[in-house]
């Protein structure tokens, strides 16, 4: 069936390492990416955003690549910060925002101290 | 998102009783959404507005209701609560093609 998931369940790294965040999604008509944080009893965050006509795209600290020979996503995080522990989900759209978001179960990421 | 604001954060209800979650929104985006999360896991839609006049449901719809009063108000209704409705509810906005913003949640327990 159609699903965009994720690689990894949780991710714990060194804080100043770098993080890397996967997501596989198998719609092809999908033309929209977003990464989404979201942090203990809070709503989901907008970090960034990557269209299909794109293969990179970077932001403040994170970048987002996208492969759309093999329909995976990722989120890279330089410099991990302990701020930066929360629930990551990734969440597609189809046909240009006509139909709603489809998100993933979400990756943990627990920075370590 | 302060822009997104869900009333009230946090409700305890017991089952049987109707209950209203509702969402208003400054970003004039047309579009509108609830979203339903359950502990551990990602989001799911239950209905979702893409203009005063539209309403769709979504994955979860069983058991809700909703009302798009205006184009910043989109409403929740459980008319009978039960407590596998139990959950953390978004509600989010977007324009066309644009990014999804969220509310910072309802938590309802239903007892």
């Known amino acids: 069936g159609e699903s965009v998931g994720l690689h990894l369940p949780t991710l714990s790294v060194q804080e100043g390492d770098n993080s890397i965040i996967n997501c596989a999604y198998s719609n092809s008509a999908s033309d929209y990416f977003i990464w989404y944080k979201q942090e203990s009893g809070k709503g989901p965050q907008f970090i960034i955003d990557?269209?299909?006509?794109?293969d990179k795209r970077q932001g403040q600290r994170v970048t987002v690549l996208l492969n759309k020979t093999v329909k995976h996503l990722s989120l890279q995080i330089a410099a991990t910060q302990p701020g930066d522990s929360a629930v990551y989900f990734c969440?597609?759209?189809?046909?240009?925002?006509?139909?709603?978001?489809?998100f993933g179960k979400g990756t943990r990421l627990s920075v370590i101290a | 998102d302060a822009d997104v604001t869900q009333t009230p954060r946090n409700r305890i209800t017991k089952t049987g009783k109707r209950i209203m979650l509702e969402c208003s929104q400054t970003k004039g985006h047309d579009r509108m959404y609830w979203y339903r999360q359950d502990p551990g896991l990602g989001l799911q839609l239950i209905y979702y507005?893409?203009?005063?006049?539209?309403?769709n449901k979504g994955e979860i719809s069983d058991g809700y209701s909703v009302s798009r009063q205006a184009q910043a108000k989109f409403s929740l209704s459980l008319e009978s609560a039960i407590p596998n409705q139990t959950a953390l509810y978004f509600c989010a906005t977007s324009d066309s093609g644009g990014p999804w913003f969220f509310g910072q949640g309802t938590r309802l327990t239903v007892v």
């Open positions: 969440a597609e759209i189809r046909n240009s925002g006509n139909t709603p978001l489809v």
């Open positions: 990557i269209r299909s006509n794109m």
């Open positions: 507005s893409f203009d005063v006049k539209d309403i």
